[in-house]
């Protein structure tokens, strides 16, 4: 081993800015926290390629002394710390006085300043650590620094930054955070000369949620307050129909800061227990006020964690707060009546005619499993009345009335067609088509024989509609293997086993996968163009993603581009999931991109892109399903590959076999 020497200048600088400067995101808080600590009122930041050419950061704070700019650039220079006793009572945004210098050894900076009382500023420049002379610089009151090219003396650094878009989703996620902490501030942002945020003085905190989050999350919000006290909690939580499927919409501050700290976002999800599905997360600004002896936030490099002195009693308030707020709104969720239910449906309406499914070399192979709507004989209890199908702008022509078979007299089909219309139509747009369409993945042997008898017959199964016509060999018995939903989530049916329980969301999940996966493997994905693009406001972090995700997206139907700012354009979507609107569905793929750490391959985005996408348009736990949306759908679980799990791993069915129930009623 070769002796121990000391780092020269320049690779210290090196090192120390590989720990605090990690993209242009963390220069433009450095110096945004500068700002704040001057006293600025308005910051003005102008960015050219995502900030990797040119970060230039404007303020009307008090100014650097002319004999203090060449200072500023040493290491752990400051004016904010005097003595060792001051880093337990931190009351600035910064105070190690290692950003300037940590920028200059990866950058080339301008720093131009002039303080209220002189007649001029002086100017000073610093290309990768060396300094040139001071000069007179004739600016306003303030400070401007313009730091270019940033790492282009680090390469290897440089080639590990994302694309423009994304870089710039970071900055403006930074300048977002700084504008909820600081809402009297003025902020401007414009990149590549064009203008990203305009924040007024006069916009207040909600305001400021509204333009970053949109007004839906705004009007969702309640405001909350712990009372007067050493510390103090106030801020606003949205209503849990708010909550979203990650944790971005989670902002904690102490002090004006921003921080991250799993312990405080536990006692929020705490507080929601009860009011949130699984894996949901509760929509939070919150503020918290300590003294500054009871926190220190010199625990991270880059200030993004802090450590509380009484951690607990700082849990308990987080969480008391807002379950005492949450207890003085009546958050009991209003029941929503099916379409149709209300209303109904015209009794003499025909009903539409199942389109053929296969051409003629297939035909005569596949009728052999189809259900005797699929042959035509009565009418697909998927396809509703004209009405219906006018909400996915897809008119239909009149048609006469399907032939009637089974043994069902029309009071009967009429009686089916006016149930409760399926809000989520499960088979509308030809997933009972796809799954059936492949030669492959037709079974050879009849399916299992599941009986669904209509409702009305007290569970006695009259000749009609069975799966793959097969009537049940119990059926000879006198008796019937109905089926019937408990709790409008899941199907109950007998089998020879025993008992199954089948999850109705699960399953029509794997279905539509199956069908998203086998269209897209062919090319035979139907796209439905939208008249008007619908535009869709997000943070621009996630509009970042999104855009990046677009050639992959695409490929599943959702076509989206950049409309500016932080909207995109929805312009198509997979008709296989019509049932759901656009928004809804991208919305739910959204959630899900920004979960992830690391960006996956492209077989496991599209992976993950599909079954998100059939999760969000499947029948939930809820819904009512008539007996013949039953009987398409356990008719429909026969022709998946994995019947068993959907694609997130969840199992479809649990079986409760003859010798258990036998065991825990104690007959063996």
């Known amino acids: 081993m070769s002796r121990i020497r000391q780092l020269p200048p320049d690779v210290v600088t090196k090192i120390a800015a590989g720990e605090v400067i990690e993209r242009p995101a963390s220069v433009v808080k450095e110096l945004l926290e500068n700002s704040i600590d001057a006293g600025a009122t308005r910051i003005d930041i102008d960015l050219d390629a995502g900030g990797t050419e040119l970060i230039r950061v ?62 001029s500023g002086c100017e000073v420049k610093c290309d990768g650590g060396a300094l040139t002379e001071p000069r007179p610089w004739n600016g306003s009151p303030g400070t401007r620094l313009e730091v270019r090219h940033l790492f282009y003396n680090v390469p290897v650094r440089k080639k590990f930054l994302k694309s423009v878009a994304t870089e710039l989703g970071h900055v403006c996620e930074t300048v977002t955070r700084l504008a909820l902490a600081h809402p009297t501030l003025h902020i401007t942002l414009r990149h590549n000369n064009r203008l990203v945020y305009d924040i007024p003085r006069s916009a207040g905190l909600l305001d400021r949620i509204a333009l970053f989050f949109t007004g839906e999350v705004r009007d969702a919000l309640y405001e909350l307050d712990s009372g007067e006290g050493p510390m103090r909690l106030w801020g606003f939580v949205a209503d849990p129909k708010c909550e979203r499927g990650n944790s971005k919409l989670q902002y904690l501050f102490v002090n004006g800061r921003w921080f991250r700290d799993r312990s405080l976002s536990h006692a929020l999800q705490e507080s929601f227990r009860g ?69 109904g449906v015209p009794e003499q309406v025909p009903p539409v005619p199942v389109p053929t499914l296969f051409t003629s070399p297939r035909r005569e192979l596949a009728e052999q499993t189809l259900a005797p709507w699929e042959r035509g004989e009565i009418a697909d209890p998927f396809w509703r009345t004209p009405a219906v199908v006018l909400v996915r702008g897809e008119p239909l022509p009149p048609t006469p009335s399907p032939k009637k078979g089974g043994g069902e007299s029309e009071n009967t089909e ?26 492959s993945h037709i079974p050879q042997q ?14 006695v199964a009259p000749p009609g509609p069975t799966l793959n016509g097969v009537q049940a060999e119990t059926q000879e018995k006198g008796t019937s293997s109905s089926a019937f939903q408990l709790h409008d989530s899941y199907l109950v049916l007998e089998t020879s ?51 990046e995700a677009a050639e992959a997206l695409a490929q ?31 919305r739910g793929v959204i959630d899900h991109i920004v979960t992830q750490e690391r960006a996956p391959t492209k077989e496991a985005l599209l992976h993950l892109l599909m079954a998100t996408m059939a999760c969000k ?39 409760f076999s003859r010798q258990e129930l036998d065991k825990q009623f104690r007959r063996t």
């Open 446 to 459: 009849p399916a299992p024989p599941f009986s669904v008898g209509p409702s009305g017959t007290n569970g």
């Open 58 to 119: 404007v303020d009307d704070g008090c100014g650097i002394d002319p004999d203090d700019l060449a200072l500023a650039f040493s290491q752990h220079a400051t004016s904010k710390l005097e003595t060792a006793d001051d880093l337990f009572r931190i009351g600035t945004m910064g105070f190690r006085g290692e950003a300037l210098s940590s920028i200059a050894g990866i950058g080339q900076i301008t720093l131009q300043s002039r303080t209220h009382t002189a007649a």
């Open 497 to 547: 086993e025993g008992m199954l329980v089948i999850d109705q969301h699960a399953l029509h999940e794997r279905i539509l996968f199956e069908q998203l996966r086998r269209r897209i493997r062919a090319g035979q994905l139907e796209i439905q163009r939208l008249l008007i693009p619908e535009p869709i406001d997000l943070p621009a972090e996630q509009a970042a993603l999104v855009l």
């Open 617 to 655: 348009a499947a029948v939930k736990a809820g819904d009512k399903l008539s007996t013949e949306e039953i009987t398409y759908l356990l008719h429909l679980r026969t022709m998946a590959e994995d019947s068993h799990h959907c694609p997130h791993g969840r199992p479809t069915s649990l079986l």
């Open 275 to 343: 009011l949130l599905m699984s894996q949901r997360y509760a929509v939070g600004f919150l503020f918290l006020t300590i003294p500054p002896d009871k926190v220190d936030v010199n625990v991270h490099p880059t200030k993004s964690e802090v450590r509380f002195q009484e951690n607990s009693l700082v849990y308990s308030l987080v969480r008391s707060t807002i379950k005492h707020r949450l207890l003085k709104e009546n958050l009991v969720p209003h029941l929503t009546v099916p379409q149709g239910e209300e209303v």
């Open 556 to 586: 599943l139907g959702l076509e989206v581009s950049d409309f500016g700012g932080n909207t995109i354009l929805l312009s198509s979507y997979p008709t296989l999931l019509g049932r759901k609107a656009p928004h809804v569905i991208l």
């Open 414 to 439: 009429t009686q089916n067609l006016t149930s409760p219309v399926l809000s989520p139509s499960l088979l509308r747009g030809g997933v009972g088509e796809g799954l059936l369409a492949e030669p």
